[in-house]
């Protein structure tokens, strides 16, 4: 990955570790928004990381995968974190 | 694999390196499922021992390694035109490693203070195996660099970087549903 | 082109991968022992006599038929809760007693039965068999068996 | 024959059959104790006939790897053996310790003698001089082989092999060790049971396969030795923490629960790889090699791994299954054929692949020996799903129920008689490969179409 892409890369990821801190610091103890929310922040991150870092962003079918795997992932851990809701 | 063009060919850096990559996405994500299926047994029991955690370090950590992962990024990139400045960012890399390892290290002794252990409870039991388990991948990834500042090519390089950027990407699932999750 | 894999690279990652779970592996093993040590086995004594009475389990080959802590030849019953299933978990002349009556009647001779050996043993050998037992029952085995079948 | 040394393993081969023999007729035996439990119980208690039936197994299992590897380090390493004298004095020394073993346990002499008396140790019950023998005869071994890879041409197949055996000669040492602690004995015997089998003979499995699809298929040794490498890291990426599967229980912590779950949940990967590994290079291979009955053997030793090793032991791996199903016939079904479909099959492949050779006559087609194959195999298959049913029925009356042990044994007797029946199976499949090996010397039977495909 370009030099450039890199640093956009890195700027992203602190705005979103940020964003997340900040989030936890304004909602500290609410459930279901809060949790969502950093759970997407973080399959956000690793987006980044993916494409930019690992260089995926040049071989779409398997940032494709991955995404894939990160969507089903989260999704699971949302489901399992809403599970004693249900119970 | 190598007499026929496939959809491989786009992957950068080593195949090998993406069977690892793939494998310990697989391990740390059965972790992280098999510890929130735990929890939904016990939300109160977890939500109690997480408040136990420090999550300004682990916050501080995120970003740390984020760092860390762009000057190795950076350090690959260097490699073609300065071999001093590949070794630079590389350094770097590994300051940011060790500061990484720092924190962690001060996590843990606040919890040993505190008489908190692996089989103290489920909770703890998850939190010392998959953030251990991650501190120790730091700690092989700190070998790789020491051993690439001297035997770096190319190839290698784009392959330590990477094992590098896994070790990032799992932090950055692993910290939200271990440390805020509840 | 550009090789897609190298032997090398493939060549590295598997030494290399295997020195890191060789050393995790060993890390969580040192950690193991003293848990063993100092928590799960802790509950009773390791006399000379259960030490003596684990010998005594391993010349007759024991493990051949039954399965101690579910390991062995499942051709017979369980035996780490067996003093427990007999009720003479907290008794250990009562623990000598009953297997000292149970060893002297084999083998039964009962057609269509299993037959245990007859072993032969001394008094002082099934006292230390059954101190060996009576400390086995007190291993913290993670609440296994689930229960007093075994 | 290309080096006059590869000689040698004919005649390791050949004490690997005779042991294979005995080791199936001591199966047949057991089995037959489990449907008739007088027959001669004064005589031949099943603890004895037991320890001869896996004993017997581990010792031709070793006779065969060392075999192999004196038949294809010379062909990788391009040179011959470094010393063929020592190889037969290590084939004396092993012998001798497999007689001195038999007799031991049977006659039960020495009884109690720290070095001539047997040590009760599951599968590792060998008299301590015997033990002794046996690391004389590892040493030699590798001293032998290794000095020839190490003179010739160095190659990924003989680097794994070498692992493995290195790995399996170190881990024994630890027979040695025998802690009055019960729990750490236990702890410690895994580093030897579990390590082997799904650590060090996983490599040695891997590179002997590697070693025939690179022969039968002729596709390049460069993709081989990748998926080679491929399939032996995922095998000890996941084998090595996943030793922890037999950690839940025996008084180590709870920890292991997770990491044994987890990681001999990947246990499947490699045995997975391995299929689909050896049928791509078939597919892939343009070579249509006349020993059809070795290529049958490894395909069936890829297949009846992935389903006996793989997906067996899956099914009990998980820390709350195995909870209930921990030392029941569902352990026994597993073992059987997780044990006749990696280590078995593959010894069987190569000795296949190599009498032929070894002994200057054509490798035709072998219907024989594939009709052995489809015996032994569908007998133990049989067997895994009959030990299956009975570990299923026994789980539940006995772990859930809490049912008396003796009374659940009596009550699934009728798959005891069908386990028994499938053994029978078994042996004559056994004898009959014994056979084709050695006695026939020219076609047989003149191979149909049907068999023909089945090969390919």
């Known amino acids: ?87 | 694999m190598t007499d026929q063009t496939s959809v491989l060919d786009e992957l950068p850096g080593d195949l090998m390196i993406w069977v690892l990559i793939v494998s310990e996405l697989l391990v740390f994500g059965a972790g992280l499922l098999a510890f929130l299926g735990m929890r939904a047994m016990d939300p109160a029991g977890f939500a109690a021992d997480q408040a136990a955690l420090n999550r300004v370090a682990g916050a501080a950590n995120t970003i740390v390694l984020v760092t860390s992962g762009y000057c190795a990024a950076r350090a690959v990139n260097a490699f073609d035109h300065s071999l001093r400045a590949m070794r630079l960012w590389l350094a770097a890399a590994m300051g940011f490693g060790i500061v990484f390892l720092v924190v962690k290290w001060y996590e843990y002794a606040e919890k040993a203070r505190h008489g908190i252990g692996i089989e103290t409870s489920d909770f703890f039991t998850f939190y010392y195996l998959l953030t251990g388990f991650h501190a120790l991948h730091v700690v092989a990834g700190l070998i790789i660099f020491a051993l690439l500042m001297r035997w770096g090519t190319h190839r290698n390089l784009e392959a330590g970087a990477a094992f590098w950027h896994m070790v990032d990407l799992v932090w950055v699932l692993l910290f939200p549903i271990i440390y805020l999750v509840h | 082109m550009r090789e897609v894999m190298t032997k090398t690279m493939a060549r590295n990652v598997f030494y290399g991968g295997s020195l890191f779970f060789i050393v995790v592996f060993l890390i969580l093993s040192a950690h193991s022992v003293r848990y063993v040590v100092t928590k799960s086995t802790a509950n009773a004594e390791l006399t000379e006599s259960v030490a003596r009475g684990k010998h005594v389990w391993e010349k007759n080959a024991c493990i051949n038929c039954h399965t101690l802590m579910g390991e062995g030849a499942y051709f017979a019953p369980e035996l780490q809760n067996v003093m427990s299933r007999w009720g003479v978990a907290d008794d250990p002349e009562a623990a000598f007693e009953v297997l000292k009556g149970w060893m002297e009647a084999q083998p039964t001779g009962i057609e269509g039965r299993r037959q245990m050996p007859q072993f032969n043993l001394s008094d002082e050998q099934i006292r230390e068999l059954a101190d060996f037992f009576l400390w086995v029952n007190q291993i913290d085995a993670q609440g296994w068996p689930p229960n007093e079948a075994g | 024959m290309k080096y006059q040394t590869q000689k040698i393993a004919y005649w390791y081969f050949l004490a690997a059959m005779a042991v294979f023999a005995v080791q199936v007729l001591g199966g047949l035996w057991a089995g037959w104790i489990y449907v008739s439990p007088n027959f001669l119980s004064e005589l031949m208690p099943f603890n004895i006939v037991r320890m001869l039936h896996t004993n017997a197994l581990i010792v031709w299992l070793l006779l065969g790897f060392f075999g192999a590897a004196y038949f294809l380090v010379p062909e990788e390493a391009e040179r011959e053996m470094h010393s063929p004298m020592l190889a037969y004095i290590q084939l004396g020394i092993l012998l001798l310790g497999t007689a001195g073993a038999v007799v031991t346990y049977t006659f039960d002499l020495f009884h109690g003698n720290w070095l001539l008396g047997m040590e009760g140790r599951e599968f590792i019950e060998q008299p301590v001089w015997v033990k002794v023998g046996i690391v004389v005869a590892a040493l030699i071994f590798l001293y032998n082989v290794s000095l020839t890879v190490l003179k010739g041409r160095k190659t990924a197949i003989t680097n794994v092999l070498l692992l493995g055996l290195w790995g399996l000669a170190l881990l024994f040492l630890f027979a040695f060790y025998n802690p009055a602690n019960l729990s750490l004995d236990k702890m410690f015997w895994w580093y030897i049971v579990h390590l082997w089998v799904e650590g060090t003979w996983e490599l040695v499995m891997a590179s002997i396969l590697a070693f025939l699809l690179l022969k039968l298929t002729g596709v390049d040794r460069e993709i081989i030795e990748k998926w080679l490498y491929i399939i032996v890291a995922t095998a000890l990426f996941s084998g090595i923490l996943g030793t922890g599967h037999h950690y839940y229980w025996i008084g180590l912590p709870s920890y292991w629960q997770w990491i044994g779950s987890i990681f001999s949940t990947l246990e499947v990967i490699p045995f997975f790889a391995m299929m689909s590994f050896s049928f791509v290079m078939v597919w892939k291979g343009k070579r249509d090699h006349p020993n059809k009955a070795a290529l049958l053997w490894a395909l069936g030793a890829a297949t009846v791994a992935f389903f006996g090793a793989g997906v067996w032991g899956f099914l009990h791996t998980l820390h709350g299954v195995n909870y209930y199903t921990h030392g029941t016939q569902i352990t026994a079904a597993h073992g059987h054929l997780a044990f006749f479909g990696a280590y078995v099959s593959v010894n069987l492949a190569i000795i296949t692949y190599a009498m032929p050779i070894l002994r200057g006559r054509d490798p035709y087609n072998q219907v024989l020996n594939m009709a052995s194959f489809w015996l032994m195999t569908g007998g133990m298959s049989f067997m895994t799903f009959v030990l299956t049913f009975a570990g299923t029925v026994q789980t539940h009356m006995q772990r859930v129920l809490g049912e008396n042990f003796m009374e659940i044994q009596e009550g699934v007797h009728l798959f005891f008689i069908m386990r028994w029946v499938s053994g029978l199976a078994v042996v004559i499949g056994a004898i009959l490969f014994i056979y084709a090996q050695l006695v026939p010397r020219r076609e047989i039977i003149e191979p149909t179409d049907q068999y023909e495909s089945e090969g390919a």
Do not use: W
Request: positive net charge; without cysteine; proline residues 3%.
């Open chain 1, 1 to 87: 990955m370009s030099n450039t892409i890199l640093t956009r890369a890195l700027v992203l990821l602190i705005a979103l570790s940020m964003a997340t801190t900040a989030f936890a610091g304004v909602l500290p103890d609410a459930g279901e928004v809060f949790v969502l929310t950093v759970l997407v922040l973080s399959g956000l991150k690793s987006f980044v990381i993916l494409s930019d870092y690992l260089g995926l962003r040049q071989a779409p079918t398997f940032r494709g995968g991955f995404t894939a795997f990160l969507v089903g992932f989260l999704g699971l851990a949302a489901l399992l974190y809403a599970l004693p809701f249900a119970m």
